[in-house]
């Protein structure tokens, strides 16, 4: 019979499973918040990842400026310090970010997978 795992250990997991697919998001390529819980097994679950995120003790080491809002946006108060290390990490990359938001269709995770699969429109 296998043991159950204890909260702390459940929850060690989860943040594992998070932090390993926020990791595997490619430079120069962005995910929402929903993408990186549907990827780590926990769909609909888009604020827990914000969560670990930011209680991550390896944040500085994980690509989390690559994480943003569905629409594009970065989830980071416009002003913060947060807000402007997100944007300039995320140019550096050669990431468009215009009005603080990033074209989910050109520099989404899925993007080359959606070209793959369906083609160049009037190619």
């Known amino acids: 019979m296998a043991e159950e795992l204890d909260d702390d250990e459940t929850r060690?997991?989860?943040?594992?499973r998070?932090?390993?697919?926020?990791?595997a998001i490619p430079r120069g390529r962005v995910a929402s918040y929903g993408a990186i819980a549907a990827r780590a097994g926990y769909p609909g679950r888009a604020r827990l990842i914000g969560r670990?995120?930011?209680d991550a003790p390896n944040r500085l080491d994980l690509p989390w400026h690559r994480v943003l809002r569905a629409d594009g946006k970065i989830g980071i108060p416009v002003g913060t310090q947060g807000y402007r290390e997100q944007?300039?990490?995320l140019k550096a990359e050669?990431?468009?970010v215009k009005d603080g938001r990033v074209p989910?269709?050109?520099?989404?995770?899925d993007h080359d997978l959606d070209r793959a699969i369906w083609g160049f429109a009037g190619g």
Request: with cysteine.
């Open 12 to 16: 060690a997991l989860r943040a594992q």
């Open 18 to 23: 998070i932090i390993e697919a926020v990791a």
């Open 52 to 54: 670990v995120l930011g």
């Open 87 to 89: 944007c300039k990490r």
């Open 94 to 96: 050669g990431v468009t």
């Open 104 to 109: 989910m269709s050109a520099f989404g995770l």
